[in-house]
């Protein structure tokens, strides 16, 4: 569910934190999704590429069982939609209220096939994308319960920490789903790192956590 909607206007692509050899004006539109809304759905048209301007967004997909896998989140300033084919493979929706910028695919291909610049900064994105599910995949197939937990909270530090705590936007729920756990699972774990004095909460929500050993929480991501 959409709770506003700007008209297109032009900008650089600088706005977007896109490198180009020119720097040409685009036009894109900016979107505001409420929470659990969905920004497009597993299928659809691959029409536009989209920006996280705010806000928090979740790639989804459900198998036949009625079980939901997320396959990543995307934060303030990633770029998404990207896809190899002319259809989405996932169905992407807001964590939070998220506002997402979008631009036509068909315009920034446009570009990118005489500026050699943004042709490459696309292809770093792909590849990133690509090293992302290759990580992903493994850390399913090849990390203990605690491994995978200790290396979520790594990552999400790595991308969404400020002032030294880490303010989770996304549920146990999602981080079970992201993670191939059960909602327990991933609570024990966390419990067990606050117990261990790797971390600690703030708030009643515990979505607010402050790192006191990353040293002893990346041993964790690299137990034996």
């Given at each position: 569910m959409l709770s506003s909607v700007s008209l297109p206007r032009t900008h650089s692509l600088s706005e977007l934190g896109m490198r180009s050899e020119t720097n040409p004006m685009i036009n894109f539109?900016?979107?505001?999704?409420?929470r659990g809304s969905e920004i497009y759905g597993e299928k659809e048209p691959a029409d536009y590429v989209y920006q996280v301007k705010s806000g928090?967004?979740?790639?989804?997909?459900?198998?036949p069982d009625g079980r939901r896998l997320?396959?990543?989140?995307?934060?303030?300033?990633?770029?998404?939609?990207?896809?190899?084919?002319?259809?989405?493979?996932?169905?992407?929706?807001?964590v939070v209220d998220t506002s997402?910028?979008?631009?036509?695919?068909?315009?920034?291909?446009?570009?990118a096939e005489r500026d050699c610049k943004l042709s490459k900064q696309l292809l770093d994105m792909t590849t990133c994308n690509l090293k992302h599910a290759e990580d992903h995949v493994l850390l399913l197939?090849?990390?203990?319960?605690?491994?995978?937990?200790a290396a979520f909270i790594l990552e999400m530090?790595?991308?969404?920490?400020?002032?030294?705590?880490?303010m989770l936007p996304m549920s146990r729920r999602d981080i079970a789903d992201y993670l191939g756990l059960t909602l327990e699972?991933?609570?024990?774990?966390?419990?067990?790192?606050?117990?261990l004095g790797i971390l600690g909460f703030v708030?009643?929500?515990?979505?607010?956590?402050?790192?006191l050993d990353r040293q002893l929480l990346a041993g964790l991501d690299h137990q034996d």
């Open positions: 539109s900016e979107y505001t999704y409420l928090t967004v979740r790639s989804c997909k459900w198998l997320i396959g990543a989140f995307h934060v303030v300033g990633d770029i998404f939609g990207m896809e190899n084919g002319s259809t989405h493979r996932f169905t992407l929706q807001a997402v910028r979008l631009i036509r695919r068909q315009s920034l291909n446009a570009i197939g090849r990390k203990t319960s605690p491994e995978r937990v530090d790595e991308r969404l920490a400020v002032a030294g705590i880490l699972t991933v609570s024990r774990s966390l419990s067990h790192m606050r117990e708030g009643a929500s515990q979505r607010q956590i402050v790192l």
